[in-house]
């Protein structure tokens, strides 16, 4: 099971689990009376499409340097992964920074991204759309949106992040994307 939640439902979540084991935890220290290496297991790896990682937003029919809303482009940022038995809680930052077009009147991008979890053999499991309104204040005509995704992956067996890959980029529509495929 994967399920996708905004930051603030992963730090609840977070903090509901992790209150029960404290105690647990602070115990086993005690009683431990040594200190051991943690464990270090994988994040899964993130890629960022290439064909989806660039949207021209034109406004109407014409495709024109003067026609264009908005330009956007897609990154990723850090990147943090925690383990609990078989749950694995992963964090991770996109950021989404759009450019003005001349066309664009209203000083607003509305831009929409995906976020997809897959095994390695690349068959999707989970995917969710984020939409992000990014406006051009004063004179600005290049800003940008950092957001955190809360993903949680449960294991099954001996997996690991290893096992799975997370995929990024802008939701695009048939043209949008032949568009990158000619242009960029």
Same mark, same amino acid.
């Given at each position: 099971?994967?399920?996708?939640?905004?930051?603030?439902? @992963?730090?609840? $979540? %977070?903090?509901?689990?992790? =209150?029960?084991? !404290?105690?647990?935890?602070?115990?086993?220290?005690?009683? &431990?009376?040594?200190?051991?290496?943690?464990?270090?297991?994988?994040?899964?790896?993130?890629?960022?499409?290439?064909?989806?990682?660039?949207?021209?937003?034109?406004?109407?029919?014409?495709?024109?340097?003067?026609?264009?809303?908005?330009?956007?482009?897609?990154?990723?940022?850090?990147?943090?992964?925690?383990?609990?038995?078989?749950?694995?809680?992963?964090?991770?930052?996109?950021? @989404?920074?759009? $450019? %003005?077009?001349?066309?664009? =009147?209203?000083? !607003?991008?509305?831009?929409?991204?995906?976020?997809?979890? &897959?095994?390695?053999?690349?068959?999707?499991?989970?995917?969710?759309?984020?939409?992000?309104?990014?406006?051009?204040?004063?004179?600005?005509?290049?800003?940008?949106?950092?957001?955190?995704?809360?993903?949680?992956?449960?294991?099954?067996?001996?997996?690991?992040?290893?096992?799975?890959?997370?995929?990024?980029?802008?939701?695009?529509?048939?043209?949008?994307?032949?568009?990158?495929?000619?242009?960029?």
């Amino acid at each position: 099971m994967i399920a996708f939640s905004s930051r603030f439902d @992963v730090l609840r $979540s %977070r903090f509901l689990r992790r =209150s029960g084991l !404290l105690f647990g935890l602070a115990a086993g220290l005690l009683l &431990a009376g040594c200190a051991s290496e943690p464990e270090t297991r994988p994040c899964p790896e993130v890629r960022v499409l290439t064909d989806a990682a660039r949207q021209v937003k034109f406004s109407g029919q014409g495709r024109d340097l003067t026609d264009v809303l908005f330009e956007a482009s897609i990154e990723t940022g850090r990147l943090v992964c925690e383990y609990d038995d078989n749950v694995l809680d992963v964090d991770l930052q996109v950021q @989404v920074i759009g $450019s %003005r077009g001349p066309a664009n =009147s209203d000083r !607003l991008a509305n831009i929409s991204y995906f976020v997809a979890v &897959a095994r390695t053999d690349q068959t999707i499991l989970a995917r969710q759309s984020f939409d992000i309104a990014i406006p051009f204040p004063g004179n600005r005509t290049r800003v940008s949106g950092l957001e955190e995704i809360g993903q949680v992956i449960t294991l099954q067996g001996n997996e690991d992040g290893g096992d799975y890959l997370i995929y990024v980029g802008l939701d695009l529509t048939r043209e949008e994307l032949d568009y990158n495929r000619a242009n960029y």
